[in-house]
């Protein structure tokens, strides 16, 4: 894991802002805190975070508002945490642009290995090979540097959610072959959400309208195959 790891912890209960602190702490990240929404949208536009871990039940604005106006000026990856069984509003955090859920009462270990997961996947490299030689992926419009992160579409680049920009790369790579709702869940989210697959849906449907913005014939090569689900068509 890279060195000075900035995390923001948004939690209106003391005792869970600490508890998480702590564990992280020990993991060797820095972390601050912010105890309400207002809050904590002042410390994410001041600050550069490299993940933020949100609640979603805040009083005044919850988790779900701060979340949709962090993603309408940073990428930074976000962990939410929900109560248990509020499956309508996990849903409406990936719409908004949430990368993963932990569900309350959560244990902290668990918490602590879904950050270190989404910060491995979401992290450039740094090493000189990599800076030497960049991993490139190019098709028809769409060029994605897989050691920057970073997508242009006929030369503009697309600001993508980790999630969003996992997705594209796993359906890139694997060109013309159809992914069932449950195999992305496995293979992108790399655990099981059950009874979430419409989570798939939403970061299709936010994927397709940012590649569009751009290109519609880019976005039209994420085809839904229905009655399975989806894969990537290179279309003449």
């Known amino acids: 894991m890279e060195p000075n790891v900035r995390i923001l912890v948004v939690d209106d209960e003391e005792r869970i802002r600490k508890l998480v602190r702590m564990y992280l702490e020990r993991n060797g990240f820095q972390v601050e805190e912010a105890e309400d929404g207002q809050q904590a949208l002042e410390m994410a536009f001041a600050n550069e975070y490299d993940l933020i871990v949100l609640d979603l039940m805040l009083p005044g604005m919850d988790g779900r508002k701060v979340c949709e106006e962090i993603r309408k000026k940073s990428d930074v990856p976000v962990i939410m945490l929900t109560a248990a069984g509020d499956e309508s509003s996990r849903i409406h955090g990936f719409e908004l642009g949430a990368d993963d859920y932990v569900v309350k009462p959560f244990s902290p270990r668990e918490l602590v290995m879904r950050v270190k997961a989404l910060l491995k996947r979401t992290q450039p490299k ?8 960049a991993h490139v ?14 997508v242009l579409v ?78 990537f068509e290179v279309r003449e």
């Open 154 to 231: 006929e030369g503009e680049e697309v600001s993508l959610t980790p999630k969003e920009y996992e997705l594209l790369c796993y359906l890139v790579q694997r060109p013309d072959k159809v992914f069932s709702r449950e195999e992305l869940l496995r293979d992108v989210w790399n655990y099981q959400f059950f009874g979430d697959q419409r989570t798939v849906d939403t970061h299709v449907k936010r994927l397709r309208e940012k590649l569009g913005r751009y290109s519609e014939k880019v976005a039209e090569m994420i085809v839904t195959v229905w009655g399975v689900g989806y894969k």
């Open 126 to 133: 740094h090493d000189a090979a990599h800076q030497e030689i």
């Open 137 to 150: 992926l190019s098709t028809h419009g769409l060029t994605i540097n897989m050691d920057s992160r970073k």
